[in-house]
């Protein structure tokens, strides 16, 4: 054997490490880090959530000595007005939790400021588009997240069905969006972050959250996007919204 | 051949040499890992999911 084929048999094994490293090092390094950041957020309720069991649509504590504390209907306001809007944070600063039942009751990733590669989408999962309105604002709450590897937070984009809840905890509201659509868009169609989602320009009166991710997996031909739209939100410190349960 | 090459010119006895080797090795997949690796990663575009201009 050559020096040439040592030489190509080095670059092989560099490529196969890469492959190993993108596909699988990347999910445990960044699922690490994105542990570490909901630790980090010291909010009133917690992101463990006690066990529940379901039957007949009724759900109820599985451990009796750990009861749930749910939302009360009275203080669930179902319109923008009057919600306590965080400021956005430098970057990479993480202000809040995303719940996703559609994709698992245990289904909690922290949402960190900005969409610099590196800096946030790598390491701490799901990124805010920097300038646009914060949970539960009027105008669009705008989200990226990594669909493959980085331990990968919107790996089931595509799943997301109309009507399906998409929860933001920050540290002082609960706020419940419902998905209203989703479409296969090329990235350079910003106007889908729009504050009027694909309506650039336009005033919005309404708080609405936006998921951009890679289309199709393992590719960056596309972007897949989910819009949705606040059904009600409603201060910390009385329990969750009964959505985190998956139960509606 | 640089690799017997390499090993010739490795000082001390065999268990040395394995011991000089395994630790090269490390040094190197470690520095891909951390360094390189996420660096060609973000220059390559097919992990980009945000949209922008």
């Known amino acids: 054997m050559g020096v040439t ?9 560099i490529l196969g490490l890469f492959v190993v490293w993108q596909l699988f090092y990347t999910d445990v390094l960044s699922s690490r880090t994105q542990n570490a950041a909901l630790e980090n957020m010291d909010f009133v309720e917690d992101f463990h959530v006690p066990p529940v069991t379901v039957s007949g649509g009724v759900f109820s504590a599985a451990d009796p000595d750990v009861p749930i504390e749910l939302i009360p209907d ?51 999962g799901i990124g805010h588009y920097q300038g646009t309105a914060m949970p539960g604002e009027v105008g669009n709450f705008a989200i990226a997240g990594h669909r ?59 708080a609405s959250i936006t998921l951009t991710s890679c289309h199709p997996r393992f590719s960056a031909a596309k972007r897949f996007i989910v819009h949705g739209e606040l059904e009600y939100w409603a201060p910390t410190g009385h329990g969750y919204p009964e959505e985190v349960f998956g139960t509606s | 051949m640089m690799y017997p090459w390499l090993w010739r ?22 520095s891909l890992f951390e360094w390189v690796f996420p660096w060609v990663s973000e220059m390559l575009p097919y992990q980009d999911q945000t949209v922008g201009e």
Not at chain 1, 84 to 100: K, M
Not at chain 1, 153 to 160: E, S
């Open chain 1, 5 to 13: 084929g040592e030489v190509l048999v080095t670059a092989g094994v």
């Open chain 1, 74 to 124: 009275e203080l669930k306001v179902y319109t923008p007005d009057g919600a306590p809007i965080a400021a956005e944070p430098p970057a990479p600063e993480s202000f809040g939790r995303l719940w996703v039942p559609r994709w698992g009751s245990d289904y909690v990733k922290p949402i960190s400021q900005g969409t610099d590669r590196r800096i946030t989408l790598d390491e701490l």
């Open chain 1, 148 to 206: 493959t590897t980085y331990g990968k937070p919107f790996a089931d984009v595509d799943k997301l069905a109309v009507g399906d809840a998409l929860i933001v905890q920050t540290e002082e509201a609960w706020f419940v969006y419902r998905v209203t659509g989703s479409e296969i868009v090329l990235p350079h169609q910003v106007e889908v972050i729009a504050a009027v989602p694909n309506e650039p320009g336009a005033t919005p009166t309404e």
């Open chain 2, 9 to 30: 010119h490795l000082p001390g006895p065999t268990w040395a040499r394995v011991t000089i080797v395994v630790l090269s090795v490390a040094l190197v997949v470690l």
